[in-house]
C-alpha cells in the first residue's frame, strides 16, 4: 500500500502487527501505567460507574482490540431483532421511488432513486414502500418552485398526463404553487413554497388524517377520516409538471424537520449511530488528553490546540479508533448525523475559520488513517451534506444557518490535498458546487425576518406625466423623506449581513484559485481551470436539457463572486510583478481566439465557423502571428465538419426505448440538490423525447496543435522559457505588455461567455420586482385621489376604495421589503461595478482584437453580444437604486462602445446575420438617448463619416428598417410638427414601457445631419441609388398597408360577428410605422441636400422628383379621400393598430411638400409645383384637407378628442390567440382631420407655411388647367397612359414618355416592347405641331 500523505507512514495493519507481535509486555512508548491510565481515560466503561485505579484491570495495545470490540458491542440489539420488520410498513429498504413499475409520464431519476424531473405535461411517480398502521413521515426537497402535488396514494389509483397525485378519489397532495391541497376537489391550504423549502408529509393511519409542514412549521391537518382498513396501503407520491423538480428523503439521510411520534419510511442504522457516537467521544478523549511522560501523569486541554506531533502512543491508540470509524463514514446517514455536526461543533465558537487549526488536522489524521477510497467516500458525503444543507436552509434575519455551513465548507477547501481530491473529482463532477455561490431570494417577507430588519417601508409617490417616478420631488413632505431615510437604513442594514455570505463564497473561490499549491501535485487553479470549461461548454451546448443546464438565478451569483475572486488574485499578483497591467486594464489578448490553446468548443466566431477560417485566413495567420497551419490539418478539419453533419443529423432523430438507460454525461442540475446522474430516463411512452449529446470527453480534432481541455498542463497555460502559453502567436499589431498569471485570462473570458450564456438574461428578470412596487404604488395613489373625491352620500363605494387602498399598502410593503433584498444581492453598486468592469473587459478585447485586421474574424461573437448586453443591462437595470452616470469614465467608455457600434454593424469582416443585426438594433437605441448621441458624436469624424456611408448604402439586401430607424431619429425633432415623444391621440393612454427607445424625448444631431447632407450632396452616384431604394420601399410598405387595411375594412362590413388576426394588425402597423419613417427620412434629405431633387443638372434629379411627387400624391389620396378606406379603419381604434392615425403620416408628406413648394428657391418651386400638377393623380383637395377645407365644417375638427369618443371594442377569442372584434362600418362616426388642431405640436408658423403653400398650388392649378391642351390619346405615353409621349429609344424607335423610360433603365437595359437593348434615348416631339 502507497503511504498516507505528510507525517508517519503507517496503515492499520501496521499497527496491529506491532502491537500484537513484537512488545507482547512492555510498550517501549511511554511505560505500563501511564499507558493503562491513558487507554482507560480515553475508552472509559459505558454502562457501570468508573471504577478505582487501583482496581482496574490493566490496559496496553495488545488487548486494546478485544476491548473496544467489547465496549462498542455494548447494548447492540440481537441480530435476530435488528432485521425485524416494523409493524404497519410494507416493502423493501432502502426505500427509493419505484422506476420500474410506479410511474406515469416521462421522467428523469437520478441515480440513487430520490431525484426525479418531470419531462412531460404532468409525470407520476411513487414510492417502493407503503404504510397501513401507525404514524409516518417522508420530506421532499423543493428544487424547483412550479406546479407540483405532493402527497400520498394507494396502490389503485391510476395517473395519466392530466390527472396526477390527489386528482383521484384514493391519492392526497398538497400543492404549494397554487397554495392549494387536492382530493379530487381542491380548496385553499397552506402557504406559497419556493425553491429552496422543505415539505414534510405526514400520515397517521390511526387517526385518518393527512397533514403536511412547511420547513418544519405546520400548515395543519389537511385531510381527515381518509380510507383505511385492510386492502388500503399508502404510498408517498407526487406529480409535477415539465422541467419541475424535487428530491425526496425516505429516512436515508436525517430528516430535517423530525415530528415526534412519527417515524421515517426508511429505518435509521440505529447500531452504526450508536458505535458512530462513541467512536466519536473517543476522538474527541484523544484531542482532549495528553501525555506528560516527565510526570508520568494525563494532562487535560482544550480541544481546539490538538496538533498531530507523530506521538507512536496517540497515532496507535487513533489506529484503533479508526479501524472501526473508517467504514461507518463511508455512510450518507453517519457522515451527515455524526461527523458533519461534530466540524460545526467545532467552529461554533466564532472567529475566522483560520484559527480552527483542528479542522486541518483531523483531515490530515483521515488521510493518514483511513484508506483512500475511504477518504474519498467520507469527503463526497460531507460535501453532498454540506450543499444539501445550504441550499435547503431557511432564510433568517442574521442569514445564521447559510454561514454557518459556509465556515465549514471554506474550512475543508483550505486542507490542500482535500481540496485538490474535490475539485478534480466531487466539485463539478458529483455536486453542483455552483450552489454555494448562490444567496437565495425569500419569497416569504415574514418568516425571512424582513419585517424585523426592514420595519419601515417606502416607495415613490410622485410620477410625472408619462408615470414615471420623480427622482428627487421638491415637495417631498418632512413624514416621506423620515421613511424613505429609515428605508435606506434597513436596506443597508441587510446588505451589511448579506456581505457576510458573499465573502465566504469569494474566500472559497480564492482557495480555488490558488497557484502556489503545488506539493501535491498540480496547483488547485489549473484544476479548476478545466473543470469551468467544461462547465461552461455544457451550458453553451447544451441549450434546453433540463438536466445540464445551469439555473441563471445560481449563475448571476457566481459570476459576480469569480469576479471579484479573479481581480483579487490578478491585483495580488500585479503588487509582485509592478510593470503587468492591473484588472482594471484587463482584456483578453486577440491570440487566444486563434492559436487553438483555448477551446470555444462551437460557438460562432464572427467570422463563420473555425474550420472555414483557418483555411481561408491561413497566410494571415502566418504573416501576422507566425502560427502555421499544415495542408493535412486543414483536410482533416474538412473531414471533421462532414463528421459533425453528420452526427448532427443523427442527434435529430429521436432514439428508442432501449437507449433510455444510457447516462447522461453530467449528473442532474434540477432534480437532486446536489446529488446524482439523472442517468435513468422513465418513459411510458414507446419512444423517448431526448436527442443524444456527443460526449464531451472527446478532443476535437480540428484543433491539431492543441491538446484536450482535461489533458492540459500549467506549462501549456502559464508557458515557460521560449513558450508563450496561451499567448502563443502574438500578432505584431497587439503590444507586448506582460500579463500576470495567463490562467487568469482563461477565466476572464469564461466570465464573459457565462454573461452571455444566461446572466444577462436573468438579470433581466429579476427587474420585474421594481416594476411591480412602481404599479402598485401608481394604483395606492389613484386609489387614494379617488377617496378624496368620493361623495359622502357613497359609504359603499368609499368601502370597496378603501379595502384595495388596504390591499395596495399590504402587497407594497411585501414588495419593498422583497426589492430590497433583490437590490442588495443583484442590482447593488458593486454588482454594478462588476458589470461594468466586464464591460469595459468587452471593448478592450474588441479594440485589440480589431487592431489584427482579418485575424478579428477569430473573435467569438459572445464578446459583441456581451459588450451590448452589459451597456444594457447597466442603463435599464440598475435604475433608480444606481446611475449608471456616477460610474468611472462612464463617458469614455460610452464613446468606446459607440466607436465599435459605428465601426463594425457594416464590418465585413462579420458575417452572422443575428449579431449583425444586433449591432444594429444597439446602434438604434444608442441614437435614442442624449448621452449615447453625444457620444457617438465624440467618435473621430472620420469613423463618424465611415457610419453615415454605410446608413446611406442602398436598401436592397439588406435590413433596411433598423437602418431608416437610425437615420429617422437623428431626424426627430428637426422635421415639420415632428417634435413629439408620443403621438397626439395616444397621450390620454399609458405606455407599456416609458423607458423603450422610441419613446425617449427627440434628440436631434445637427453634427451627424450635416455629415449626411455632405455625403449625398458630393457622391451623387450613392445619393440617387439611396434614394431610389428609399422609394422602392415606400412604394411597398404604403401598398402592403393599404392593402391590408382593405382585407380589415372588408371584415367590417360582413353583418356577422367578426374577428381579425392579431397578427395581421401587428403587420399592418409595423407597414404604416415604416411608410411614416421613410417618409421622415425623405423629408430629411429634401431638407438637408434639396438639390438632390431640384437641381436638373444632376443625371437622375428629375427623375427622383417625379417619382416623390408621384408617391405623395398617392399617399395624400389615399388617407384625405372623402368617407375613404383609412378613415374608416382609423376610427375603428382597433387594439394593435393604435399608432395608426392621420397625424403622422400627413405631416410628414407636409413636411416635403412645404420644402419644395414654400422654403427653396424661386427655380426649384417653379420646378416642384411643374411636376407635382403634371403628375396625373394630384388633387388640389387633397392639400386642402390638411387645413380642415373642402371636407366639411373644419371647426368641429379635433383629433383628440375623436380618439377619445371612440369606444375600444369588445376582445373575444379565436382559435388559441385574442383577437379584436370589428364594429360594423355603419357603427363608425367620421370625424375630419386639421391641422389648426394641434396648436401643441404645430407652431404658427409651419401652419402659415401650409396657408402660403395651399394658396400657391391652387393659384398655379388654375394656371395650369387654363394652359394645357387637351391631348388625344395617341399621344398620351403607352406605359403610364398619364403623361404625353416625350422620348424615343434607339435603336428600335419605341416611345414612351421620359419618365417611365427613366425609371425603367435604372433596373433594366431592355425595350419594354421589343426587348432589344437600349443603347440610347432622345428627345421626341410630335411632328407638325405648332
Known amino acids: 500500500m502507497s503511504s498516507k500523505g505528510g507525517g508517519t507512514a503507517l496503515t492499520r495493519r501496521n499497527y496491529r502487527l506491532a502491537s500484537d507481535t513484537d512488545k507482547p509486555k512492555a ?306 446517514y453517519l457522515v451527515e448525523d455524526v461527523l458533519m455536526n461534530f466540524l460545526l461543533g467545532i467552529l461554533e465558537g466564532g472567529g475566522s475559520v483560520d484559527e480552527h487549526q483542528l479542522i486541518q488536522q483531523l483531515l490530515d489524521l483521515f488521510w493518514l488513517l483511513m484508506e483512500d477510497y475511504e477518504v474519498n467516500e467520507c469527503l463526497k458525503q460531507l460535501m453532498m451534506s454540506l450543499l444539501r444543507a445550504y441550499r435547503f436552509s431557511p432564510i433568517i434575519p442574521d442569514l445564521g444557518f447559510q454561514i454557518h455551513y459556509l465556515r465549514l465548507t471554506t474550512a475543508i477547501l483550505h486542507h490542500e490535498k482535500s481540496r485538490k481530491y474535490l475539485l478534480n473529482n466531487v466539485l463539478f463532477d458529483v455536486l453542483r458546487s455552483v450552489v454555494f455561490f448562490y444567496i437565495k431570494t425569500p419569497l416569504r417577507v415574514k418568516e425571512a425576518g424582513l419585517e424585523e430588519l426592514i420595519p419601515t417601508t417606502w416607495w415613490p409617490t410622485h410620477f410625472d406625466k408619462e408615470g414615471k417616478d420623480e427622482r428627487e420631488p421638491k415637495d417631498e413632505s418632512a413624514d416621506e423623506r423620515l421613511r424613505r431615510r429609515a428605508y435606506e437604513r434597513g436596506c443597508q442594514r441587510l446588505k451589511k449581513r448579506i456581505e457576510v455570505v458573499e465573502e465566504l463564497q469569494v474566500q472559497i473561490l480564492k482557495l480555488l484559485l490558488n497557484n502556489k499549491d503545488r506539493t501535491t501535485g498540480e496547483a488547485s487553479r489549473y484544476i479548476f481551470l478545466n473543470k469551468f470549461r467544461k462547465f461552461l461548454q455544457e451550458n453553451a451546448s447544451n441549450r434546453g436539457h433540463p438536466t445540464a443546464l445551469c439555473p441563471p438565478e445560481y449563475m448571476v451569483c457566481f459570476l459576480h463572486r469569480l469576479i471579484t475572486a479573479v481581480r483579487a488574485s490578478w491585483d495580488d499578483g500585479v503588487r509582485k510583478s509592478a510593470s503587468s497591467i492591473r484588472s482594471e486594464e484587463a482584456y483578453v489578448p486577440p491570440q487566444l481566439f486563434y492559436n487553438g490553446k483555448v477551446d470555444y468548443f462551437d460557438l460562432q466566431r464572427l467570422g463563420g465557423l473555425l474550420s472555414h477560417l483557418k483555411k481561408t485566413l491561413k497566410d494571415d495567420l502566418a504573416s501576422k502571428a507566425n502560427i502555421i497551419i499544415d495542408p493535412a490539418e486543414i483536410q482533416a478539419t474538412s473531414m471533421d465538419d462532414l463528421d459533425e453533419d453528420e452526427e448532427s443529423g443523427a442527434a435529430q432523430r429521436p432514439f428508442g426505448a432501449a437507449a433510455m438507460g444510457g447516462a447522461l454525461a453530467r449528473p442532474s442540475w434540477l432534480s437532486s440538490p446536489t446529488l446524482g446522474r439523472a442517468n435513468r430516463f422513465l418513459s411510458t411512452a414507446a419512444v423517448s423525447l431526448m436527442t443524444p449529446r456527443r460526449p464531451l470527453t472527446q478532443p476535437e480534432k480540428v484543433k491539431v496543435r492543441t491538446l484536450a481541455v482535461e489533458q492540459r498542463t500549467e506549462e501549456d497555460i502559464e508557458g515557460s522559457h521560449g513558450n508563450d502559453g496561451l499567448l502563443l502567436g502574438r500578432p505584431l499589431a497587439e503590444p507586448n505588455q506582460p500579463m500576470v498569471d495567463k490562467s487568469l485570462l482563461e477565466i476572464v473570458d469564461g466570465i464573459v461567455m457565462m454573461y452571455n450564456l444566461s446572466v444577462h438574461q436573468q438579470l433581466g428578470k429579476m427587474v420585474v420586482v421594481s416594476d411591480d412596487v412602481h404599479e402598485y404604488a401608481v394604483a395606492l395613489k389613484d386609489t387614494e385621489e379617488k377617496i378624496a373625491r368620493c361623495p359622502a352620500r357613497r359609504p359603499d363605494i368609499l368601502d370597496e376604495l378603501q379595502k384595495s387602498q388596504k390591499v395596495f399598502a399590504e402587497k407594497l410593503n411585501h414588495l419593498c421589503r422583497r426589492l430590497a433584498w433583490i437590490n442588495a444581492t443583484i442590482y447593488s453598486k458593486e454588482k454594478m461595478l462588476d458589470v461594468y468592469w466586464l464591460l469595459c473587459v468587452c471593448i478592450r478585447t474588441i479594440e485589440h482584437a480589431d487592431s489584427t485586421g482579418s485575424l478579428f474574424a477569430f473573435a467569438p461573437e459572445f464578446y459583441l453580444s456581451a459588450a451590448m448586453n452589459a451597456y444594457s443591462a447597466l442603463k435599464n437595470y440598475f435604475s433608480p437604486a444606481n446611475s449608471m452616470e456616477e460610474l468611472p469614465g462612464y463617458e469614455e467608455t460610452l464613446t468606446q462602445l459607440a466607436a465599435i457600434l459605428a465601426k463594425h454593424f457594416a464590418d465585413p469582416r462579420i458575417v452572422g446575420t443575428d449579431i449583425k443585426d444586433s449591432l444594429m438594433q444597439a446602434l438604434a437605441s444608442y441614437v435614442c438617448y442624449p448621452q449615447s448621441l453625444r457620444a457617438v458624436e465624440r467618435i473621430p469624424e472620420e469613423q463618424r463619416v465611415a457610419m453615415m456611408r454605410n446608413l446611406l448604402a442602398p436598401y436592397e439586401q439588406r435590413p433596411w428598417a433598423q437602418t431608416n430607424w437610425i437615420l429617422v431619429r437623428l431626424w426627430r425633432g428637426c422635421g415639420f410638427g415632428y417634435r413629439y415623444t408620443r403621438l397626439p391621440h395616444l397621450l390620454k393612454t399609458k405606455p407599456e414601457d416609458a423607458n423603450l427607445p422610441s419613446l425617449q424625448k427627440p434628440c436631434p444631431s445637427l453634427l451627424l445631419q450635416g455629415h449626411m447632407a455632405e455625403l449625398l450632396s458630393v457622391d451623387k452616384d450613392m445619393a440617387a441609388s439611396f434614394l431610389n431604394s428609399v422609394l422602392n420601399q415606400l412604394n411597398w410598405a404604403f401598398s402592403e398597408f393599404i392593402g391590408m387595411i382593405q382585407e380589415i375594412q372588408q371584415a367590417a362590413e360582413r353583418p356577422e360577428r367578426n374577428f381579425v388576426d392579431t397578427r395581421q394588425l401587428k403587420v399592418c402597423a409595423t407597414c404604416f410605422d415604416l411608410s411614416v419613417s421613410l417618409l421622415r427620412v425623405l423629408e430629411m434629405t429634401v431638407t438637408l441636400v434639396p438639390e438632390i431633387f431640384l437641381d436638373w443638372t444632376r443625371p437622375s434629379a428629375e427623375l427622383l422628383l417625379r417619382r416623390l411627387a408621384q408617391l405623395l400624391n398617392q399617399v395624400l389620396n389615399r388617407v384625405t379621400a372623402e368617407k375613404n378606406l383609412f378613415d374608416r379603419v382609423v376610427n375603428l381604434r382597433l387594439p394593435g393598430l393604435e399608432s395608426v392615425d392621420h397625424y403622422p403620416i400627413l405631416v410628414a408628406v407636409t413636411g416635403i411638400l412645404v420644402r419644395i413648394l414654400v422654403d427653396g428657391d424661386r427655380q426649384g418651386i417653379s420646378r416642384a409645383s411643374c411636376v407635382l400638377l403634371s403628375d396625373p393623380c394630384f388633387q388640389l383637395h387633397s392639400i386642402q384637407h390638411l387645413l380642415g377645407e373642402g371636407g366639411g365644417d373644419s371647426s368641429a375638427l379635433s383629433v383628440t378628442s375623436s380618439s377619445a369618443s371612440c369606444a375600444r371594442p369588445v376582445v373575444g377569442s379565436f382559435g388559441s390567440g385574442v383577437a379584436p372584434v370589428i364594429p360594423s362600418a355603419a357603427a363608425v362616426e367620421r370625424k375630419h382631420f386639421s391641422l389648426h388642431a394641434y396648436t401643441d405640436y404645430i407652431s404658427e408658423e409651419e401652419k402659415q407655411k401650409v396657408e402660403r403653400m395651399l394658396a400657391f398650388l391652387t393659384e398655379e392649378s388654375k394656371k395650369a388647367a387654363a394652359s394645357t391642351a387637351p391631348t388625344s390619346e395617341e399621344d398620351l405615353c403607352p406605359i403610364c397612359y398619364a403623361h404625353s409621349i416625350s422620348a424615343v429609344f434607339k435603336p428600335c424607335s419605341h416611345k414612351s414618355c421620359k419618365a417611365c423610360i427613366n425609371q425603367h433603365l435604372m433596373n433594366n437595359k431592355d425595350c419594354f416592347f421589343c426587348k432589344a437593348t437600349i443603347t440610347g434615348v432622345e428627345d421626341y416631339s410630335k411632328p407638325g405641331a405648332s
Not at 272 to 288: E, F, M, R, T
Open 27 to 332: 510498550t517501549g512508548i511511554v511505560n505500563e501505567k501511564l499507558l493503562s491510565d491513558y487507554l482507560h481515560h480515553v475508552f472509559p466503561p459505558t454502562n457501570q460507574a468508573p471504577a478505582l485505579a487501583s482496581l482496574r484491570k490493566p490496559l496496553g495495545f495488545q488487548d486494546l482490540g478485544a476491548h473496544l470490540e467489547r465496549l462498542l458491542s455494548e447494548g447492540e440489539p440481537a441480530e435476530e431483532s435488528r432485521d425485524q420488520p416494523l409493524e404497519g410498513r410494507l416493502g423493501p429498504q432502502p426505500v427509493v421511488l419505484d422506476h420500474t413499475s410506479g410511474f406515469e409520464g416521462l421522467l428523469f431519476v437520478d441515480d440513487d432513486l430520490l431525484g426525479v424531473i418531470g419531462h412531460s405535461n404532468f409525470s407520476s411517480i411513487r414510492a417502493t414502500t407503503c404504510v397501513y398502521k401507525g404514524k409516518w413521515a417522508y420530506e421532499v426537497l423543493i428544487s424547483s418552485q412550479g406546479l407540483m402535488q405532493i402527497g400520498w396514494c394507494t396502490l389503485n389509483c391510476r395517473f395519466n398526463q392530466e390527472e396526477g397525485v390527489g386528482d383521484t378519489p384514493d391519492s392526497y397532495a398538497y400543492d404549494g404553487n397554487r397554495v392549494r391541497k387536492w382530493n379530487v376537489t381542491t380548496t385553499n391550504y397552506g402557504k406559497s413554497w419556493a425553491a429552496g423549502d422543505i415539505v414534510s408529509c405526514l400520515i397517521d393511519l390511526d387517526e385518518g388524517t393527512i397533514t403536511f409542514c412547511l420547513n418544519g412549521q405546520s400548515l395543519g391537518t389537511a385531510f381527515t377520516s381518509i380510507k383505511m382498513g385492510p386492502g388500503v396501503a399508502y404510498f408517498p407520491a407526487i406529480s409535477l409538471s415539465f422541467k419541475e423538480s424535487v428530491a425526496f428523503n425516505f429516512g436515508s439521510r436525517p430528516l430535517r424537520y423530525p415530528v415526534d411520534g412519527y417515524l421515517p419510511l426508511q429505518n435509521p442504522p440505529t447500531a452504526d449511530l450508536v458505535k458512530a457516537h462513541k467512536l466519536l467521544g473517543y476522538i474527541k478523549n484523544v484531542l482532549s488528553t495528553s501525555l506528560d511522560t516527565q510526570e508520568e501523569r494525563l494532562v487535560e486541554k482544550d480541544c481546539s490546540s490538538w496538533r498531530l506531533h507523530g506521538e507512536p502512543t496517540v497515532l496507535i491508540t487513533l489506529a484503533h479508533i479508526f479501524n472501526h470509524f473508517a467504514p461507518l463514514m463511508c455512510k450518507v
